[in-house]
DNA sequence: GGCCTGACTTTAG
DNA sequence: GCTAAAGCCAGGC
């Protein structure tokens, strides 16, 4: 078969793959890194139509703001609930990038 | 090939 | 800090 996996889904799962647990990216990065930084909202339909939970963790990405956008297996509620049990500081409602966002390098 | 939708981001009030 | 509007990208019909 063949994987219709277009270069730049590719490059989104391979970013959002790399997010270290206990760390949360945004999709204005993912965007960036995977080359078009205005690419926000594709990146998100890419998740949304992600079924590769197991190998994309797309409950570490969320919002510019840090606020959780939406989860397509549950909920935001289950995703805050996974980061909080993998070690995600949480303000609130939103994540707290300014401890538990993630750095690319 | 064109229009609509969507898990976004940024700027302005 | 919140709400509203405009802009950009890719997929689906």
Redesign the pocket.
């Known amino acids: 078969m063949k994987a219709k996996t277009?270069l730049?889904?590719t490059t989104v799962y391979g970013v959002t793959s790399r997010i270290p647990k206990g760390k949360v990216a945004?999709?204005?990065q993912i965007a960036k890194l995977a080359g078009?930084p205005?690419?926000?909202?594709?990146?998100?339909?890419f998740?949304?139509?992600?079924t590769d939970g197991k190998a994309v963790p797309?409950?570490r990405?969320v919002?510019?703001?840090g606020a959780l956008?939406?989860?397509?297996?549950g909920g935001v509620g289950i995703k805050k609930k996974m980061l909080l049990t993998e070690g995600v500081h949480f303000k609130g409602v939103k994540v707290d990038l300014a401890t538990s966002k993630w750095v690319p390098r």
């Not at 205005?38 to 339909?45: L, N, T, Y």
């Open positions: 277009s730049f889904q945004t999709y204005g078009k205005q690419a926000a909202r594709a990146v998100g339909m998740m949304s139509k992600n797309c409950h990405v919002a510019s703001s956008a939406g989860y397509g297996m």
